[in-house]
C-alpha cells in the first residue's frame, strides 16, 4: 500500500480532515494528516497563525513531513497539500522523501513576512521535485498568475511535472465545501485529477 501524507491549510487539523484521511483511505492510500509548521499548534485564530508562520524554519517543516511519511511505515509515500500546505507540499516535494506530490493552490512564492529562515521560491527547487501535479485558481488573490507560469515554466523540460489553472477559480474551490468560494464541478474534476496523478507510476 501507497503512505499518503495530508498537509492541512493553515486552519490546521479539524473534521474536515478527518473527512478527507477518510476518503483517501477508501480510495487506496494509507493517509495521515498533518500541521507541519509547529510544535505546539497555536489556537485557531488565523491572525495569530500568520504569526507563527513566520517563525517556521523551513527544513524542521519539511522533517516534520517525512516524520509523518515514516509514521505510515509505508516504503513508498505521496504527498498532497492545501493552501499553505500546497506550498509546503512542494517543498516537500524536493526532499526525496516522496513519490509523488499534489498541490492545491499553494503559493510558489511567500510573502517576505511568512517566510521562515530558508526561503526559497518553489521555482528554485523545481528541478528537485518528485513528479508533482500544481492546481491553481486564475482568479486566486494569494497567488499571481506570473509566478504560476514562472512555475510552469521551471518544469519546460519535465514531462512529470503539471499546472492545471481552473480559469473561474478562486483560492480554496477544491477543499472545503462549506467556503463561499467553493465551485463543486471544478472541485469534482480537480479531485479526480489528484486521484489519478497519485495512481500513476
Not at 64 to 73: C, E, F, P, V
Not at 180 to 186: A, L, V
Amino acid at each position: 500500500m501507497t503512505g499518503l501524507v495530508i498537509v492541512t491549510d493553515l486552519h490546521g487539523l479539524r473534521p474536515l480532515f478527518d473527512g478527507h484521511v477518510a476518503r483517501l483511505r477508501e480510495a487506496g492510500f494509507f493517509a495521515v494528516a498533518a500541521e507541519p509548521w509547529w510544535d505546539e499548534p497555536p489556537g485557531h485564530d488565523l491572525d495569530e497563525r500568520l504569526a507563527a508562520l513566520a517563525l517556521t524554519d523551513n527544513r524542521t517543516m519539511v522533517d516534520r513531513l517525512i516524520a509523518a511519511a515514516d509514521s505510515t511505515g509505508c516504503d513508498t509515500v505521496d504527498v498532497i497539500g492545501f493552501c499553505m500546505g500546497g506550498n509546503a507540499t512542494m517543498k516537500a516535494a524536493a526532499s526525496g522523501r516522496f513519490r509523488r506530490a499534489v498541490s492545491f493552490y499553494g503559493m510558489v512564492s511567500l510573502p517576505a513576512e511568512w517566510a521562515g529562515p530558508g526561503e526559497a521560491a518553489i521555482t528554485e527547487i523545481a528541478g528537485e521535485m518528485c513528479p508533482t501535479l500544481a492546481i491553481f485558481g486564475a482568479l486566486d488573490p494569494w497567488i499571481p498568475l506570473d509566478t504560476v507560469d514562472a512555475l510552469r515554466a521551471a518544469w519546460s523540460d519535465r514531462s512529470d511535472c503539471e499546472v492545471i489553472v481552473y480559469p473561474e477559480a478562486d483560492h480554496g474551490f477544491v477543499h472545503e465545501p462549506s467556503r463561499d468560494q467553493h465551485r463543486p464541478d471544478d472541485a469534482a474534476d480537480a479531485w479526480h485529477r489528484a486521484l489519478e496523478f497519485l495512481k500513476e507510476g
